[in-house]
């Protein structure tokens, strides 16, 4: 076993040539290093931080502020295999706690507790990206889904990747190669018209070309604040300075996402060639890719895609003969729902604990590494060659005006085919869970979250509401990243609410004091109203402490922290009453 | 000469140089605002928020201490919103630390009318005592991570970089790399961390034994480090390193 060696200078000496070909770059080596280091040795003892932080000059109390910062380094040692089963809405009205529970039993293990033989560990993850296959679980590198919660013995020994995409929508744009059950290789991306929109870029349009298309296709960002893309790429083209950079977004840890993990795994092309038309947009030579640590087989996927876009010259130096370099970069983030916070994601990539930065400054001016910085989502980049291929007038026979283009439906929770679904901005709730999705199974339709953790709840009541960003802002409510979470009315809304509270108390990255602090109150308030000792002023209490997050909190998660429960509160005013309040 | 910026605080027309945050020009006319984590020698990364204020148009409250001016700003610095969450964040902050030794917060406690029992059965942040060198001990149950301790070991003055934070969200603490003692760390004990602690979190030991009033051999034995030690000796089944930090402390008894 990996953890009983006793480690000599022979056993560091491995390390230290891993170390090698990183030491130049220094700190923004340090979470590619951890990794590294951690698959070397299982876990990450005090000699090999130490030693880590001596070769790339970073501090070694830093070096452990950054371990213990991500939920998948590990500063003890852990077990040979570690079963991360998830705990969020999906899957746990799914099973998925039982699940958890069931697997701890089976192996006489607590939770994160090691197997005596070393073996086993059991962990409740955050959501895993994996909504329409829940309950699902990530057992070692291999995502689970659809795990049998009583059956531990059948899904912690499953040899197979039983999470292939359910793809389906009756538009196929973004996802015309995707859900096949395969990965879509270069010759069949280029098959299906893929690269036509680099070679006309590089062919027929100047860089501010491309920035003028993409601001008239009216593309707005897909990774949930929706802010237009076509705007900030000229800020950033426009923002003084040599050096810039282009970062894709895909942290994708939104609980109830899961669209951009199909499109990487299923047509990793499509994103690549979005991202070398963004650097020659921006004027930027480097771009960077930032990966969730739960998505194993996306980031394999890519490396492979990366690879064989440097062979063919489409990714690299002197683009298809253009004279135009663009590397890219992959980097592996290590469980922190933050980091797909911008400034948070820069800090992750700079080799940091993953706290946001406060804005203003913005990243169009001092986004990586301080330098002019376009950060977009995955879904959003992918949107980039059809843009550029076919033009933005084409772009816009789908959608709205103020909302064009293609969309992404992220649907889970109690319809009849979870899946993800292309559709064009402005069909209903009714139409994408109803049409799509197959409808409400368990019984008459309750709720839907609408926008993931981060979003709020809605009934019927807003059944018919056109999905757009105007039309839902007019509502209250917001896409977010694309998430459909769907409840039958059986399900007891408290119990959700109490899995989103846990997600945000775990996920809180502490910086500031309204989120540090009220996430944490606001779950154990949730939790003990469910327990049974619900007191007649928690309303008044929850409302206080979501209020307090929503508008004191330093970024985003904590200001979107509380925005389910308010919603509930609002639609359900009498949730968290007690048997006093009703007397 | 910097250019002259306008803007209405509360009401009032106020006049400040560009470049100056909210908090300056709040203080300029006489405008209370509260802070915990400002600190006029550090970097500010407007943590605690008790300095928010209302900017109209704003859809959240802004920090006014990182928060600049700027032209035609309509202020408010005591709005229902404001209100609310200062008082909910000193509640909050109140529930989960000891705040017995940072007697401002407590004044402002006072000012807000915050309720002091609001949030009591919420889990408290009560690490043991840390009594690990000569010179300081340090209390992390009294700790509101301010971050200033942090921050002056590090670029804010000292540059000696041993301390750092440990977990996330509620759990965050401030230690050392692989919570070390500190005379094992990068520590200099230059006890700049000791003079901008705005709390009893850090405190000179002598002061600390003679408030104590306990004879200093029993004191060491209340101190909760030993116990400590053993707690982790027994968390960590494997031995791994070959000379682990429990032995390094054996062989200094
Ligand atoms: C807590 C938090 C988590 C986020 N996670 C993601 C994410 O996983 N993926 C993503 O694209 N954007 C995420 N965002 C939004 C990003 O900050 C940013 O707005 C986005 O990457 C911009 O890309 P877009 O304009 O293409 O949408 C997150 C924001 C917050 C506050
Ligand atoms: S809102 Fe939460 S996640 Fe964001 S900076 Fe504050 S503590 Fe960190
Ligand atoms: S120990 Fe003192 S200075 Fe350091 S973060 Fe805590 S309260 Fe602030
Ligand atoms: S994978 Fe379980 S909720 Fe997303
Ligand atoms: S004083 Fe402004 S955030 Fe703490």
């Known amino acids: 076993m990996k953890q009983e060696l006793t480690r000599s200078e022979m056993d560091l000496k491995e390390l230290k040539e891993l170390l090698l070909p990183m030491v130049n770059s220094g700190r923004t080596a340090l979470l590619p290093a951890l990794h590294a280091a951690q698959e070397l040795y299982g876990w990450l003892p005090e000699d090999v931080a130490a030693e880590i932080g001596r070769q790339l000059r970073v501090p070694e109390a830093d070096v452990y502020g950054v371990i213990d910062f991500y939920s998948m380094f590990y500063s003890r040692p852990v077990a040979r295999n570690i079963a991360r089963v998830c705990g969020d809405p999906s899957c746990s009205i799914a099973g998925g706690l039982r699940a958890v529970d069931e697997a701890c039993a089976h192996l006489g293990v607590k939770l994160d507790e090691v197997s005596g033989d070393g073996e086993w560990m059991v962990e409740r993850a955050p959501c895993l ?40 929508g009756d538009i196929r744009i973004l996802t015309r190669n995707c859900g096949n059950g395969f990965t879509t290789g270069l010759k069949e991306y280029m098959l299906s018209g893929g690269y036509s929109g680099l070679r006309r870029a590089l062919g027929e349009l100047t860089p501010s070309g491309v ?13 949930g604040a929706a802010f237009p ?34 499109l990487m795994e299923d047509d990793p092309h499509q994103l690549l060639e979005g991202m070398v038309l963004a650097g020659y947009a921006v004027g930027a030579e480097k771009g960077y890719i930032y990966v969730r640590g739960e998505y194993p087989q996306a980031v394999r996927i890519l490396n492979e895609a990366l690879g064989k876009g440097r062979d063919e010259g489409l990714v690299g130096r002197n683009i298809a003969g253009s004279g135009f370099d663009f590397d890219i970069e992959i980097r592996v983030g290590a469980g922190a729902y933050i980091c797909g916070e911008e400034t948070a994601l820069f800090e992750s990539i700079e080799g940091k604990r993953g706290f946001p930065r406060i804005k203003p400054p913005f990243p169009t001016t001092h986004g990586l590494f301080g330098r002019p910085t376009a950060i977009n989502n995955v879904e959003t980049l992918c949107n980039v060659p059809h843009i550029i291929g076919k033009g933005s007038d084409a772009f816009r026979k789908c959608g709205t005006r103020e909302s064009p283009g293609p969309k992404l439906y992220c649907v889970s929770g109690d319809v009849d085919n979870p899946g993800l679904y292309e559709a064009p901005f402005g069909v209903t709730l009714r139409y994408v869970i109803e049409e799509l999705a197959g409808g409400v199974v368990g019984g008459k339709l309750g709720s839907v979250l609408l926008g993931g953790a981060a979003g709020a709840f809605t009934t019927a009541k807003s059944y018919d509401v056109p999905l757009t960003i105007e039309d839902l802002r007019s509502e209250n409510l917001s ?17 959700v609410l109490e899995g989103l509270a846990h997600f945000f108390a775990d996920e809180s990255c502490g910086k500031c004091y309204p989120c540090q602090l009220g996430t944490q109150r606001q779950y154990e308030i949730i939790h003990r109203a469910n327990a049974g000792q619900a007191l007649s002023v928690d309303r008044q209490r929850l409302s206080d402490v979501g209020w307090t997050m929503t508008d004191a909190s330093l970024c985003g998660l904590g200001q979107t922290a509380a925005t389910a429960v308010l919603s509930a509160l609002d639609l359900w005013p009498n949730l968290f009453d007690t048997d006093e309040d009703e007397l | 000469m910097s250019e002259i910026i306008k803007l209405y605080i509360d009401g009032r027309k106020v006049e400040a140089e560009a470049g100056s945050t ?35 148009g704003q859809r959240t409250l802004a920090p006014a201490c990182v928060v600049e001016i700027e032209e035609g700003m309509d202020v408010k610095t005591q709005s229902d919103r404001v209100v609310r969450s200062r008082r909910t964040i000193l509640e909050m902050l109140d529930s989960a630390v000891d705040l017995s030794e940072a007697p401002e917060i407590v004044e402002q406690l006072a000012v807000y009318g915050a309720d002091r029992e609001r949030f009591s059965g ?31 070991c590090a670029e804010d003055a000292q540059y000696a970089f041993a301390i750092n934070f440990s977990g996330r969200g509620y759990e965050t603490s401030i230690t050392t790399s692989y919570e070390k003692s500190l005379t094992e760390s990068s520590c200099v004990f230059c006890g700049q961390c000791v003079g901008v602690c705005p709390t009893g979190a850090l405190k000179p030991k ?37 000379s682990t930090q429990e032995e390094r402390d054996d062989d200094k008894r």
């Open chain 1, 129 to 168: 990206g994996l909504c329409e296959h829940a309950p699902a679980a990530l057992v070692g590198d291999r995502a689970i889904g659809n795990i049998d919660p009583e059956n531990p013995i059948d899904w912690l020994s499953t040899q197979g990747d039983g999470a292939r995409s359910v793809v389906g």
């Open chain 2, 206 to 242: 002598r002061e600390w034994l003679l408030e104590a009033g306990t004879e200093p051999s029993e004191i060491m034995r209340m101190t909760r480090s030993e116990r400590r030690k053993k707690r982790r000796r027994q968390e960590r089944p494997y031995q791994v390193v070959s």
């Open chain 2, 22 to 56: 909210l908090l300056e020009a709040a203080r300029s006319c006489g405008a209370e605002v509260p802070t915990i984590c400002y600190h006029e020698h550090c970097s500010s990364y407007g943590l605690c928020r008790l300095c928010v204020v209302e900017v109209e």
């Open chain 1, 229 to 262: 893309t076509g705007l900030k790429w000229e800020g950033v083209a426009k923002a003084s300075g040599e050096t810039k950079y282009v970062v894709c977004n895909a942290d994708e840890s939104e609980p109830g996402t899961f669209k951009d993990r199909v």
């Open chain 1, 211 to 223: 920035v003028d298309e993409i601001k008239a296709s009216g593309l707005v960002g897909r990774g």
């Open chain 2, 122 to 152: 919420g889990t408290e942040r009560t690490p043991e005592i840390i009594d690990d060198n000569p010179m300081f001990i340090r209390d992390y149950s009294q700790c509101v991570l301010c971050w200033r301790c942090v921050q002056v």
């Open chain 1, 479 to 495: 896409l977010g990243s694309g998430v459909l979470m769907v409840f039958h009315e059986g399900r007891d809304v408290r119990l």
